[in-house]
């Protein structure tokens, strides 16, 4: 079955970077669409960034110039470079996978980054 499993995550200060990896299994991972998303408490999840299958990115607005989202189809795996973070980037993050056009995808179960002195 499809797994997603993230990695990177911990705490940082203000201003500080973090990588965040996820690896996907049971899956042909270069057909599937794959994004992040976060979650802070209180709040709804939101989109961060995504990569589609064919290379195009989209990025939050509030993550523009901070945070540039790749992928390792060899190794199955989408990063999120995250620099000059801040406080408000403190969420639990979601790796997301779907196939194109689709409505239900798959998602990793969250890697907490944590943004405080």
């Known amino acids: 079955q499809v797994q997603l499993v993230e990695s990177g995550g911990g705490l940082v200060q203000p201003g500080g970077s973090l990588r965040v990896s996820c690896v996907a299994s049971?899956?042909?991972?270069?057909?599937?669409?794959m994004g992040w998303y976060r979650q802070a408490p209180g709040k709804q999840r939101e989109l961060v960034a995504n990569?589609?299958?064919?290379?195009?990115?989209n990025y939050a607005d509030f993550v523009k110039g901070r945070f540039t989202i790749s992928r390792d189809n060899a190794k199955n795996t989408v990063y999120l470079q995250m620099n000059r973070l801040e406080p408000e980037d403190t969420a639990v993050y979601y790796c997301?996978?779907?196939?194109?056009?689709?409505?239900?995808?798959?998602w990793g179960q969250g890697t907490q980054v944590t943004v405080s002195s």
């Open positions: 049971g899956m042909a991972f270069r057909l599937y669409d």
């Open positions: 990569i589609l299958s064919h290379n195009i990115i």
């Open positions: 997301y996978a779907v196939l194109p056009y689709q409505d239900n995808g798959y």
